[in-house]
């Protein structure tokens, strides 16, 4: 399977880690998956900075890309992309605060 395009992004409190929701190439949306960001950003790093940059002014992605370690085109830092102004428009919600919110509470003990 190849990622084509992340629709979302949550963070897990319970484990502290980051979730992008994965679009496959070739499948349907109800084939869309949860995948971690730093396995994510091992195997398609590429995709994953670039959603960073598209979303540059949330500071959830942020803090995301700081953990990644990802930086901007220049050579900065993740932090420094928010100063930067982006000129992209996502064609897909950034978040879903209920999604973070189920997902958060999938991974508590219980």
């Known amino acids: ?6 629709c979302g992004y949550c963070f897990l409190r319970a484990s502290a880690r980051y979730e992008l929701l994965v679009f496959w190439r070739g499948l349907s949306r109800a ?6 960001a ?3 950003h091992r195997d398609v790093p590429i995709l994953v900075k670039k959603y960073c940059l598209l ?8 803090k995301m890309a ?4 990802i930086t901007n085109p220049e050579g900065g830092t993740a932090s420094q992309l928010a100063a930067r102004g982006s000129q992209a428009q996502a064609c897909e919600p950034l978040k879903n605060p209920a999604l973070t919110s189920a997902k958060a509470s999938e991974q508590q003990p219980g």
Request: no cysteine.
């Open 66 to 69: 700081k953990r990644l370690g």
């Open 38 to 40: 730093a396995a994510l």
């Open 1 to 6: 399977m190849v990622a084509d395009k992340f």
């Open 55 to 62: 979303h540059q002014a949330d500071q959830l992605v942020i």
């Open 31 to 36: 084939e869309d998956s949860w995948e971690t």
